[in-house]
C-alpha cells in the first residue's frame, strides 16, 4: 500500500495564501499520477488538482483555476498546492490522493488517499 501524508493545513484569513504538501511512502510506481481533493462542510468531495508523474501536465478545477497551483519534486513521491487569494468557501478538508496510470477527477478513480488535513479560511 501507497501512504500519502499531508502536511498540517491550519487557519487563514481571506485573501490569504498557504502551501500544503503530501509525501507518499511505500510502494510506487513511476507511472503515478498525483492530485488534491477537498470535502466542504456538508459538501460532497470534489476534485480540486492533479499532476502527472512528470509533472508535464496539470489540471485544476474551475473553482481555484488562477489562485492553486500543483507541483512536485517528482510526482511519484511527493506534491504541493500553493493556494493564494483564499476565500470562505475554500474551507475544507483537503485529501493527498495519488492514482495509478492516470489522472482521477472523480474520486470512485483515486486508488491511495491521504488522510486528510483541515484549511480553514475565515470571513
Known amino acids: 500500500q501507497v501512504q500519502l501524508v499531508e502536511s498540517e493545513g491550519g487557519l487563514v484569513p481571506t485573501g490569504g495564501s498557504l502551501r500544503l504538501s503530501c509525501a507518499a511512502s511505500?510502494?510506487?510506481?513511476?507511472?503515478?499520477?498525483m492530485g488534491w481533493f477537498r470535502q466542504a462542510p456538508g459538501k460532497e468531495r470534489e476534485f480540486v488538482a492533479t499532476i502527472t508523474w512528470s509533472g508535464s501536465r496539470t489540471s485544476y478545477a474551475d473553482s481555484v483555476k488562477g489562485r492553486f497551483t500543483i507541483s512536485g519534486d517528482n510526482a511519484k513521491d511527493a506534491v504541493y498546492l500553493q493556494m493564494n487569494n483564499l476565500k470562505p468557501e475554500d474551507t475544507a478538508v483537503y485529501y493527498c490522493?495519488?492514482?495509478?496510470?492516470?489522472?482521477?477527477?472523480?474520486?470512485?478513480?483515486?486508488?491511495?488517499w491521504g488522510k486528510g488535513t483541515l484549511v480553514t479560511v475565515s470571513s
Open positions: 511505500g510502494r510506487t510506481f513511476s507511472s503515478y499520477a
Open positions: 490522493v495519488a492514482n495509478k496510470y492516470t489522472t482521477a477527477t472523480r474520486s470512485g478513480a483515486v486508488d491511495y
